[in-house]
């Protein structure tokens, strides 16, 4: 199965649990993600969340995502399946590497052959996405650590 991932990773001076705690609160994404906006639902495994999605150069849509995987104050992951061809996992990640300094890492996997055929049409637009998700939790964390 082809794969195609971008990722931003970012010094963050804050606590783990002050990052997860932006994670965690659904409904206030909009502070520090102007990518995924109105999220709604549950964080637990086979949860369901349901999002807008806003990427510049892309139509807006609103999608229903199922969580993966995730561990308070370290990862939130969460798939969805478009079609036959084209799966995309989603994912924050926070490694803590000292009290109040961590590293959080915000990105997408994109498999199967229409996967990466996306991926690489519009990974002008899917970098835009995930440096401004990375540098607003960054701002967001910080501000008020």
């Not at 990722?7 to 995924?36: C, F, P, T």
């Not at 990427?55 to 399946?81: H, M, N």
Request: aromatic share 12%.
């Amino acid at each position: 199965m082809e794969t195609a991932r971008i990722e931003k990773r970012i010094g963050v001076r804050a606590s783990k649990e002050r990052i997860w705690e932006l994670i965690a609160d659904l409904s206030g994404w909009e502070r520090w993600n102007r990518a995924e906006s109105a999220v709604e639902g549950t964080i637990a495994y086979g949860g369901s969340i349901a999002l807008t999605e806003t990427i510049e150069g892309l139509p807006e849509r609103r999608a229903t995502v199922r969580v993966g995987e995730w561990q308070p104050y370290a990862q939130l992951v969460w798939f969805e399946k478009r079609g036959l061809w084209f799966r995309v996992v989603r994912y924050f990640e926070i490694e803590e590497l000292e009290t109040d300094s961590c590293i959080f890492s915000s990105g997408f996997i994109f498999s199967g052959l229409r996967g990466e055929m996306y991926f690489d049409k519009h990974r002008k637009a899917l970098r835009a996405a995930v440096d401004s998700i990375a540098d607003g939790m960054k701002a967001a964390a910080e501000a008020e650590a």
